[in-house]
């Protein structure tokens, strides 16, 4: 069962570097423990502030880039490079800077590659990826994931069809949020992590974080859960409806 957490701090500066620091902790312990790490990133502007505020710890020398696997939790599909990806946003903000190994940061699959403009193609290519270590899906130490104002997680939206898939990825062709489509880790897939950590901050998520850890189960958040930990790591304004 898992157990959740509620981590409350001031402001999102306090945030992102926190939740920074907490990453290298996990990836550094799963590296002493089994030699290597798995960590799945996500989109939005607080993970974005996440990484850029990693590279400013000097703990983060403790990391064996070279031993750390990179997954995305969802993907706006677009053509590689393009500004709006998660991919690029993350390889500005820290990816590029670091001695990662390239054939260990899975980027999802973008709208100019192997399959073209179809987001299923793609949705199932990262599929294969996935299952390259031999199991339907890599060991995901922790998988990090946004909030939307609406309780979305990933490309997970409340009252979406995808959130019944079953298997661990699948294509979003008419996401509320821009742009419409989308590739995704599911909801079952999501589950697989040892940790999942819900980060959010600003006055725009206190509803639907106050509605998901209320229970509400049409919030796609409530249901984004690790098998041993499900971290809630959220600014003040954030958690200002939190019971
Ligand atoms: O592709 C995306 O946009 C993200 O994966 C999405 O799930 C994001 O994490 C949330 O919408 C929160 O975004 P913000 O942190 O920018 O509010």
């Known amino acids: 069962m898992s157990k959740t957490l509620v981590v409350v701090v001031p402001d999102a500066d306090t945030l992102a570097a926190t939740v920074a620091s907490r990453l290298i902790a996990k990836i550094v312990d799963a590296q002493a423990e089994r030699g290597s790490a798995g960590v799945v990133l996500t989109g939005g502007r607080?993970?974005?502030r996440v990484l850029a505020a990693l590279e400013e710890l000097p703990e983060a020398r403790a990391i064996d880039w070279a031993q750390l696997d990179l997954w995305w939790g969802d993907e706006?599909?677009?053509?590689?490079?393009?500004?709006?990806?998660n991919e690029t946003q993350a390889r500005e903000a820290l990816l590029d800077a670091l001695p990662l190994d390239p054939a260990?940061?899975?980027?999802?699959p973008a709208s100019d590659g192997p399959d073209g403009d179809d987001p299923e193609a793609a949705a199932t290519r990262?599929?294969?990826e996935l299952r390259l270590?031999?199991?339907?899906l890599p060991p995901f130490d922790v998988l990090m994931l946004g909030v939307g104002e609406d309780g979305h997680v990933a490309s997970l939206f409340p009252g979406h069809p995808v959130?019944?898939?079953t298997g661990t990825t699948a294509a979003v062709r008419d996401s509320p949020k821009p742009p419409p489509n989308r590739v995704t880790l599911t909801m079952p897939a999501i589950q697989?992590?040892?940790?999942?950590?819900?980060?959010a901050a600003g006055p725009d998520k206190t509803d639907s974080v106050g509605r998901a850890l209320g229970g509400d189960e049409l919030l796609p958040a409530a249901h984004a859960t690790g098998r041993t930990k499900t971290y809630w790591l959220l600014d003040k304004a954030a958690a200002a409806k939190v019971g």
């Open 46 to 48: 607080i993970a974005k």
């Open 76 to 85: 706006r599909f677009l053509p590689a490079g393009d500004p709006e990806r």
């Open 133 to 136: 270590g031999g199991a339907e």
């Open 104 to 108: 260990r940061v899975h980027a999802m």
């Open 192 to 199: 697989t992590a040892d940790e999942v950590w819900l980060i």
């Open 163 to 165: 959130l019944n898939e």
């Open 126 to 128: 990262y599929a294969g």
